[in-house]
């Protein structure tokens, strides 16, 4: 295999730079300003100017989704050429949307694009992929252990034309964003089939449904993650159209396996950047600061941590290259070892990273005015989502230890 990038990866690195630099790192401490603003006069999820128009610029210069894979509506790059992208955009917490390549509307459009009707396609797809309205996945549950999916209780019942959905879910991402219109939820249509991972399935649910009610915010590590955030949410005899289903009742496994592989990867294309940003924060500040009669920079602790920092940083990016590579060449299903791995190692290489970059930073990256303190909630958080690190491990145990079973 060769990760040597093409002339057209490289092409797009410099423009996304230069983006980023231009447009993206200045506008940070805007961002935050408004959202504060927002914030003290009541509703902090009203939708930032500034973040807006960094979506108009970004579609201007033809950065804009450029994540999809495969597709009539993506830019048409692999998962490959898309990973050193997404890293330069990882590096601001802001970058992502601005190219319209954020969680979970990426994964969302994905599902869409894998497995949603011309109709679906028409309704969300379009005005998902134009930016102008966002959306929300709905499937962890607060009554049970929704690291296996296998325990959700949510309910989705035919009745007649109709679905009839019945459940509670929180860390609902984006659910509390006026914008966000659409919900991708998972249930179960059939609790007592034989097999279990054929109990549940997928279906949309428009945001503005009676019976869908945004009970809170639930903030991370005491970051309310405005205007994006997480929410939880109750269903309660919620109505939707039969084809609303997602390719069929029992098939909320197969899809979330479509659905997951991109989504897990995107996260750690994404931590990979911020990781970098946050090693470049700890080397200037290790630089500029003198402490007991020398650089910071010149004591023996720091300079350890650099260089581990830089071997963890290259060995989740080759990995996560390798993930990558598998899921362009065999699928995402033959890659499934692949993207575990790196679903245990990125969000670990980037808390560690940020973690010593604060303790270079001293009492002020507990702070606001550096970014790692909710960096590093934002890395912590993603040890969870989309599975927590225990449930990869795991399996990517079971498939080592499946090489040495007997075969029959």
């Given at each position: 295999m060769d990760f040597e990038y093409s002339d057209k990866v490289k092409g797009l690195q410099q423009r996304v730079t230069a983006f980023m630099e231009e447009h993206v790192y200045p506008n940070e401490h805007a961002f935050e300003a408004e959202v504060d603003a927002n914030r003290k006069a009541?509703?902090?999820?009203?939708?930032?100017?500034?973040?807006?128009?960094?979506?108009v610029k970004a579609k201007a210069a033809g950065l804009w989704n450029l994540f999809l894979p495969d597709s009539e509506y993506g830019f048409g790059l692999t998962n490959l050429e898309y990973a050193p992208l997404a890293e330069i955009m990882g590096r601001s917490g802001l970058g992502p949307e601005a190219f319209n390549c954020s969680a979970p509307d990426t994964g969302n459009m994905e599902t869409l694009v894998r497995?949603?009707?011309?109709?679906?396609?028409?309704?969300?797809?379009?005005?998902?992929l134009d930016g102008t309205i966002r959306s929300a996945f709905?499937?962890?549950e607060p009554a049970v252990a929704s690291s296996d999916a296998t325990n959700i209780e949510s309910s989705i019942l035919r009745d007649g034309d109709e679905y009839v959905i019945n459940g509670r879910k929180?860390?609902?991402?984006?659910?509390?964003?006026?914008?966000c219109k659409i919900m991708i939820f998972m249930g179960k249509t059939d609790p007592n089939h034989q097999n279990r991972h054929q109990q549940q399935s997928m279906i949309l649910v428009p945001m503005d449904t009676p019976g869908v009610t945004v009970l809170r915010h639930l903030p991370v590590l005491g970051f309310d993650d405005a205007p994006h955030g997480h929410a939880e949410i109750t269903f309660e005899n919620v109505r939707v159209p039969a084809s609303n289903i997602l390719l069929g009742e029992g098939r909320g496994f197969e899809i979330s396996q479509g659905r997951l592989g991109p989504g897990r990867i995107h996260h750690c294309m994404r931590l990979i950047g911020r990781a970098e940003r946050a090693l470049e924060m700890m080397c200037k500040r290790a630089l500029s600061r003198t402490a007991f009669g020398r650089k910071i920079a010149d004591q023996g602790v720091t300079r350890e941590r650099i260089a581990n920092a830089r071997v963890m940083i290259d060995q989740a990016r080759f990995l996560v290259l390798n993930a990558a590579y598998k899921m362009d060449t065999v699928g995402n299903k033959h890659a499934k070892q692949e993207i575990a791995m790196i679903k245990v190692v990125a969000p670990n290489m980037a808390?560690?990273?940020?973690?010593?970059?604060?303790?270079v930073h001293g009492g002020g990256a507990m702070s606001d005015d550096f970014g790692l303190a909710h960096a590093y909630a934002s890395a912590r958080s993603l040890r969870f989502a989309d599975g927590p690190d225990e449930v990869h491990r795991n399996a990517i145990a079971k498939e080592e230890l499946a090489r040495w079973l007997p075969r029959p």
């Open positions: 009541g509703n902090a999820w009203l939708p930032t100017k500034v973040v807006e128009d960094l979506k497995y949603g009707t011309p109709e679906h396609h028409e309704k969300w797809l379009k005005p998902l709905a499937m962890t929180w860390w609902t991402s984006g659910a509390n964003d006026p914008r808390c560690q990273v940020i973690d010593w970059a604060m303790q």
